[in-house]
């Protein structure tokens, strides 16, 4: 049975359809919450009289006059009843049943998943049972809306905003909300600030990227060589501890195949060529390593570390039994001593050499995995061609030993809020809770129960009897829960000295390597989460930063601090905007950046400068003797020319000619042509000279002479008849 109300006369220009049961069946963006009754809508079906017409058209006139209409996509009912109580007006937020689909298949695939709400979240749940709330929001519907606030980054295109509407995300902001894009940043952070990313970030690696892939392998083997260090130290304190020899258990015929195999492995060998590694690695540190060669450089083959590998598989992961003497313990320990003094993620590492395998752009706990052998690692990263050839895999070392609560795994939820980009303004939350896993921790399974522990994923799991009962069935402590923890440990003052200072550091250190990639904007503020592991010396690690973060009452503890931290959040957005002593709850401002000053962008204006290029002289061309010499006497006409001298004719004319080369018998010399005749023209000579003979003419020396003075005279009477 279902009945059709009318509730045009309200103002509301819709129908509402109640089921027998009294609920309202979803429309695609909106819905009812599982909980109304028939009795609570009975209540709502009558008319507004007149007079609360005229009550909501003077709230809605007063809304719009001093710019407070607002906008909400989401389940948020703690953002809304904080507006309306500060005298905001709610213009509904506009979403089609095909916007709906598009925003879920969204969120089911593998580039945009950069938020931290659940899918379920997505659709509102909850419907506004206050009439007059709703008249208002139909009077102001073509209004402008000068407060937005979204749970997804592209629901508002910030390009169409005017400078003083409000909107609760940054663009591009995904250059440190992704796993990729807050590995690639915080290696540049040595350009921002002197702190070193490896004492708060494990160290993560995009296996789609060449260069990335392979300096991934090296850090495997160089954490296997550590591990194995590590193994053979903690077996000696195991020996001395029990007094008896240590034993890994496992199972029979296995443990049996792998002593066999052991057999035929050199210990002493594994260990120096362990050692031999690291050494090589405190020597890069050192930059000691510059000038040896690369053939040099390389410690061990492909193949040799290949069967390196495969040893320390059956020690470590085999669990077979070996003997260690004291001489290879103390070698170990002065090691890893030198180690630690470099190496700040020394003492995360552990011996397993466990690695954590995540999709680069997801979020809660989706798609993450947890391996301990190169070749599955390699594997399960080369399975997505897809996701592959979009760089969204990383792999971050895994902390293996992590602080533990009653022996049960935890992570911390810290809340931030960045006002402003430049200059670079970050709001802490004071409180924060803690999330557990359902399982207790070991790291003889990989299983996700053990190791995630994202409320998205343990909500779906029973805790096991084996957990300590000292961990509540919702998974969820306050902060003050677990610092009476600490407290019973006498650990209580690290928490102030060591895990919230940590944090923060952690926090402004990830802001800063994405300064200049998130585009600013004034009148844009985004609240964001942050989850951190915790070292047994409760040094804090961060693990990924999420926007929109999940605000869903979904345990107690959720209900009470994801409310207050709504709350807070527009405290200092709008509450300081008109007051700077105004309360702002329980956030704290930890940074503010001195502002950068941007020139002001006036349009295109080109300006070339430049200095000419001298044209470089070439060499002369090779020109006959008179040409040059004629070219001289053209450059120096204020000089009076020196007598040219007449260069004699050669020996074989003259003995052809029965003349002897002396002064007495030269032939006489014409006088020199003026500079005028023979500087600027040039004299053509032609020669009429037989091309064939016949037969051969008998030879004249009378002749010939003959023939050498006519020419010569004809050479002369051209230079006087120039004249």
């Not at 892939?213 to 495997?220: Q, S, V």
């Not at 313990?329 to 466990?354: T, W």
């Not at 020396?701 to 120039?722: G, H, I, M």
């Amino acid at each position: 049975m279902r009945v059709n109300v009318s509730m045009e006369a309200a103002g509301f220009g819709q129908s509402v359809h109640l089921s027998q049961d009294g609920q309202q069946p979803t429309d695609g963006c909106h819905s009812l919450r599982p909980d109304t009754t028939r009795a609570e809508v009975k209540v709502i079906l009558p008319a507004l009289h007149p007079e609360g017409l005229r009550t909501a058209k003077a709230l809605a006139d007063k809304a719009v006059k001093m710019h407070k209409v607002f906008s909400v996509q989401g389940p948020y009912p703690v953002i809304r009843a904080a507006l309306r109580a500060r005298g905001w007006v709610e213009q509904r937020f506009h979403c089609s049943k095909q916007q709906h689909q598009s925003s879920e298949s969204r969120f089911s695939s593998n580039d945009a998943s950069y938020s931290d709400e659940e899918t379920s979240d997505n659709v509102e749940k909850e419907q506004d049972t206050d009439r007059l709330h709703n008249l208002m929001s139909r009077l102001v519907r073509n209004e402008m809306v000068y407060f937005y606030w979204t749970n997804r980054r592209d629901a508002i295109n910030t390009n169409n905003l005017q400078k003083e509407q409000i909107v609760n995300h940054f663009a591009k902001a995904a250059s440190f909300t992704t796993k990729a894009g807050l590995c690639v940043n915080l290696r540049n952070l040595h350009w921002f600030d002197s702190a070193d990313p490896d004492t708060f970030f494990p160290r993560c690696y995009r296996l789609a990227a060449k260069d990335e892939r392979h300096a991934f392998i090296e850090d495997y083997r160089r954490t296997a060589c550590t591990s194995l260090l590590k193994f053979i130290v903690e077996q000696d304190k195991d020996i001395q501890s029990k007094g008896t020899a240590h034993n890994i258990q496992n199972v029979q015929d296995q443990r049996k195949q792998k002593k066999q195999e052991l057999k035929q492995l050199a210990l002493s060998q594994l260990i120096d060529t362990a050692l031999k590694v690291c050494q090589e690695y405190l020597e890069s540190l050192e930059h000691s390593d510059i000038d040896a060669s690369q053939e040099a450089s390389q410690t061990l083959t492909q193949e040799e570390w290949a069967e390196f590998v495969k040893s320390y598989y059956l020690v470590v992961h085999g669990g077979a039994q070996i003997k260690s003497s004291n001489n290879f313990v103390s070698c170990c320990k002065a090691m890893l001593q030198r180690l630690e003094k470099v190496s700040p993620q020394l003492s995360i590492d552990g011996v397993q050499n466990i690695w954590i395998i995540k999709p680069g752009a997801k979020s809660r706990g989706r798609g993450i995995k947890c391996a301990k052998r190169l070749d599955q690692i390699l594997r399960l990263v080369d399975v997505d061609p897809v996701v592959i050839k979009d760089s969204k895999w990383v792999v971050q070392k895994y902390i293996e030993q992590p602080l533990l609560v009653h022996g049960t795994k935890f992570d911390v939820r810290q809340w931030f809020l960045v006002t402003d980009w430049n200059p670079l303004t970050v709001w802490f939350y004071k409180k924060c809770y803690v999330r557990f896993s359902t399982q207790p921790y070991s790291l003889d399974t990989l299983d996700s129960s053990v190791h995630l522990c994202n409320n998205s994923i343990q909500k779906h799991l029973r805790p096991s009897q084996q957990r300590h009962r000292g961990i509540p069935a919702d998974n969820m402590w306050l902060d003050n829960q677990f610092r009476a923890f600490l407290a019973s440990q006498d650990r209580e003052a690290l928490w102030e000295t060591v895990v919230v200072p940590g944090m923060k550091k952690a926090v402004i250190h990830a802001l800063q390597t994405a300064q200049d990639l998130v585009e600013s904007r004034k009148n844009t503020f985004e609240l964001y989460g942050a989850d951190f592991m915790l070292g047994q010396d409760l040094h804090p690690w961060l693990i990924e930063i999420n926007a929109s973060p999940t605000m869903a009452p979904s345990t107690s503890v959720t209900a009470h601090l994801c409310a207050a931290v709504q709350e807070d959040t527009l405290r200092v957005v709008l509450d300081r905007r008109g007051d700077r002593t105004a309360n702002t709850g329980d956030f704290q401002l930890i940074y503010k950046q001195v502002s950068v000053e941007v020139p002001q962008y006036i349009g295109i204006n080109l300006l070339v400068r430049g200095v000419t290029i001298k044209r470089p002289c070439p060499l002369p061309p090779l020109r006959p003797s008179y040409h040059l010499a004629a070219k001289r006497r053209g450059l120096h006409k204020e000089k009076d020319p020196a007598p040219e001298r007449v260069t004699p004719l050669p020996k074989m004319l003259l003995r052809r000619a029965g003349l002897r080369n002396n002064s007495s018998e030269a032939l006489p010399s014409p006088p020199p042509p003026p500079l005028e005749a023979c500087g600027p023209k040039q004299v053509e000579l032609t020669l009429n000279l037989p091309t064939r003979v016949n037969k051969p003419v008998p030879f004249n020396r009378a002749s010939q002479f003959e023939v050498l003075s006519s020419r010569r005279a004809e050479v002369s009477n051209v230079c006087l008849d120039n004249i």
